[in-house]
């Protein structure tokens, strides 16, 4: 026996080595239904854009100190002087923005494919906090850098928390650490960013991967009618659909470095509890909440935007029909997709709230409630 | 919890009843917990009468030697009583010099000579009732406060008028570099006692303009008294600093004042307008020059590129330049053309340093495009997999 077989034999009898193989490549070899396409790629580049987030947080991590003294410069060192920190911190502030955006996509593809119907409503539910838990991470990355933007954002984010009905106040106080945003907030939002909302996401996204791995992608077959795959028109998780993905992840690493390199994250100017800027915003992803309270008394404006969260978790079990091509379930599909655009419009209108801008020739100005005013020249 | 409240709670003092309180309710109110009211001091101290009396009549009468309002000349001698008293003010650690300054002042002569009560006395200033100690925030003669209370006078025009005085002064203060200093809340700003004294307030007089505002402009001061003006202050044809700075509505020196103000004794003089030019020029060239590099400063903070040695450069451009602003009282082209200089190298180091940083990001950033390229071409190469292995399927 050969020195290789017989140290196989030794670790085989102490660890499942040849059990694990068989099982992966059960999983690599598995058929997926003939309709997947390059949009089906998008799972998979959440899943790598995490994977990126987490490396590149834990090298931000040994630069990065949470107080309130040395948070800015820790950063502003890590941008200057540690070498490609700014491309680690550009790859970590733009991979947040773009794994949101992958999110709202890979779910409008779930959603316009009907996949989260009958057996899957749990792991669209999984998805959907999936979603939630990386708004977190959003929310609480924010105020890391610790400059004004960040610092006023999150004193206005916890202000509506803290407006709530009821368990508002303590909720804010919860958040905050005390009455304002300060130490115990930037060490509360720390932790909860780089130890408890990791574990959470892992914890869901292994849970997400186990349900599709052993429920399969769905079919476009209304619930009830699916037929088991045909190993000649199905696809091949490998080599077919991993070809697809080793297109796309390379290609989307390469857009992302090009955009850190153009567009560089600014660091901004550091947080001063004395001087409130003009026109704090949260980030885009959060626009469209920020813009719908506005428009809304308090209490009203809460209530109303607590509803879209709920819809976008309990949909599945709302929307009972069998059908799953969207060409049969045209209101379903009319519901989601002007959902989005309310989205969309109220984010823009939200962006633009506050501001001045020049189109052809003419000078508008936008009030906070984004409505539009040309200016007169040589005001 | 009851009994932690219980033995908190103060039990008021006995005191003795006070009639008057009775009719003068808010007055009262008024003096509760003030100055006067702590120190014990009540009404029948300034008022006269007899507080134990209920009956109007009897707490008024003439025999308890009930006084009432008091008159101007009256006011004043009865607040020096007390507050001239050394004996009395040393446990409260109070001055007793007020009175005796207040007749130097023009207010104390217009009383004491000219027997004109319409001036201001001591509670024209401190209020008759509910008196608070100046160190009070809530106090007329807080500092906060002073120029509003002089103001309730000064800005009265019938009552300015009937003294010979303009009734400007108030509001030229209000739009003063000294007034905007005192809102911000710094205050040791100059305000109308600063300059003209409080007791004994008085309009600075020609020749000790400068005087008063080298008070605080001391280096300025010093260097106005060597300079050619100097000597034309000590024969009375040059009001010092108001010539340039105004009085009361004092704004930010700028070097306008150069333009608009020079020319106006020195128009006719070449020499005198060129050595002008020279400390105008020096000023305003590296004046500019310190806006951009704040501008180019900022721009690169903001995008994490300043560090905080580059902010060191700035600092010491700006201490120079702020000496500069100070040295050109001597009138002395060279020495403010050498601290100018000084800035400008200053600042000509800080734009090297960061056009380094600049040129450093780029060549950072350009050494990644071979990276972009090799993902490309990787992800080019798996497309000719698919490819191939989409035909084969």
Redesign the interface.
């Known amino acids: 026996m050969s020195l290789r077989a017989r140290a196989n034999g030794w670790f085989e009898r102490r660890y499942p080595m040849r059990a694990i193989r068989e099982g992966l490549a059960h999983q690599m070899h598995k058929l997926l239904p003939p309709h997947v396409s390059w949009l089906h790629t998008l799972g998979g580049l959440l899943l790598f854009l995490a994977a990126q987030q987490i490396l590149t947080g834990i090298l931000l991590m040994v630069y990065y100190r949470p107080t309130t003294e040395d948070a800015y410069e820790s950063?502003?060192f890590?941008?200057?002087?540690a070498s490609?920190g700014?491309?680690i911190r550009g790859l970590h502030a733009w991979g947040a923005t773009l794994m949101i955006a992958v999110l709202v996509l890979h779910m409008l593809r779930v959603f316009i494919m009907g996949a989260y119907k009958r057996p899957r409503e749990l792991t669209w539910v999984g998805g959907v906090l999936i979603f939630f838990t990386t708004l977190g991470f959003g929310f609480t990355g924010y105020l890391l850098p610790w400059n004004q933007l960040s610092y006023w954002a999150t004193t206005v984010g916890t202000e509506v928390a803290a407006s709530i009905p009821g368990i508002g106040r303590s909720l804010g106080v919860l958040m905050r650490g005390g009455e304002a945003v300060g130490q115990e907030t930037l060490a509360r939002f720390y932790t909860m960013h780089v130890v408890v909302l990791p574990w959470v996401l892992v914890f869901l996204m292994i849970m997400h991967i186990v349900m599709i791995r052993t429920q399969n992608l769905a079919p476009l077959e209304a619930v009830g009618e699916e037929r088991p795959l045909d190993p000649r028109t199905a696809?091949s998780f490998a080599?077919?659909h991993t070809?697809?993905e080793?297109?796309?992840?390379?290609?989307f690493?390469?857009l992302m470095?090009?955009v850190v390199?153009l567009f560089?994250p600014?660091?901004?100017?550091k947080a001063d509890p004395t001087v409130t800027p003009e026109g704090i915003k949260p980030e885009w992803y959060f626009l469209p909440t920020y813009q719908l309270l506005k428009y809304l008394p308090k209490l009203l404006g809460l209530g109303l935007s607590a509803i879209p969260p709920l819809l976008l978790l309990l949909w599945p079990f709302l929307d009972r029909s069998r059908a799953r091509r969207p060409s049969q379930r045209k209101l379903s599909v009319t519901i989601g997709l002007g959902a989005l655009l309310l989205t969309v419009l109220l984010g823009l209108v939200g962006y633009l709230s506050e501001s001045e801008i020049t189109l052809f020739g003419k000078h508008i100005r936008f009030d906070m409630y984004g409505v539009p005013e040309v200016v007169p020249a040589g005001r | 919890m009851a009994l932690f409240f219980a033995l908190c709670a103060q039990t008021p003092a006995a005191t003795t009843p006070n009639s008057c309180v009775a009719c003068h309710a808010e007055i009262a109110k008024l003096e509760a917990g003030r100055a006067h009211a702590q120190a014990e001091i009540g009404c029948v101290a300034c008022h006269g009468g007899d507080s134990a009396q209920a009956e109007k009549d009897a707490a008024h009468a003439a025999s308890a030697g009930f006084s009432g309002k008091l008159g101007a000349l009256a006011t004043v001698e009865l607040c020096g009583n007390c507050h001239a008293d050394v004996a009395r003010m040393n446990p409260y650690g109070l001055p007793t010099d007020q009175l005796a300054q207040y007749r130097t002042s023009r207010h104390g002569q217009g009383l004491f000579t000219d027997h004109d009560e319409s001036g201001a006395i001591c509670s024209s200033c401190h209020g008759a009732h509910g008196i608070l100690g100046p160190k009070s925030s809530e106090s007329p003669v807080h500092p906060t406060h002073v120029a509003q209370t002089c103001g309730k006078c000064h800005g009265d025009e019938s009552l300015m008028t009937a003294h010979g005085l303009a009734a400007t002064a108030p509001a030229a203060y209000a739009k003063s570099v000294h007034a905007q200093v005192l809102a911000k809340g710094d205050d040791s700003a100059p305000q109308c006692a600063t300059c003209h004294g409080s007791h004994g307030a008085i309009p600075p007089g020609f020749g000790s303009v400068a005087a008063v505002c080298g008070k605080c402009h001391m280096r300025e001061k010093e260097l106005f008294q060597k300079s050619p003006h100097a000597p034309l202050v000590e024969t009375g044809d040059f009001p010092g600093c108001i010539v340039c700075h105004s009085n009361h509505a004092i704004q930010p020196a700028e070097p306008r004042i150069f333009e608009s103000v020079c020319g106006l004794c020195h128009g006719g003089t070449p020499e005198v307008l060129a050595k002008r030019d020279r400390i105008a020029g020096a000023l305003n060239s590296s004046n500019e020059l310190l806006a951009a590099r704040e501008a180019e400063l900022q721009a690169a903070a903001q995008h994490g590129l300043a560090s905080d040695e580059d902010e060191l450069f700035l600092d010491e451009a700006r201490t120079g330049l702020k000496s500069a602003r100070v040295l050109q009282h001597s009138l002395d082209p060279a020495r403010v053309e050498e601290v100018t200089g000084e800035a400008r190298g200053q600042l000509e180091a800080l734009r090297l340093r960061l056009q380094k940083e600049r040129d450093a990001q780029r060549w950072k950033r350009l050494a990644l495009l071979p990276v972009v390229a090799f993902l490309i071409l990787m992800s080019l190469g798996a497309w000719v997999r698919f490819r191939r292995l989409h035909s084969h399927a």
Do not use: D, H, T, Y
């Open positions: 950063v502003r890590l941008m200057l002087k490609f700014w491309l696809v080599p077919q070809s697809r080793l297109v796309v992840f390379p290609l690493f390469a470095i090009a390199i560089p600014e660091i901004g100017v």
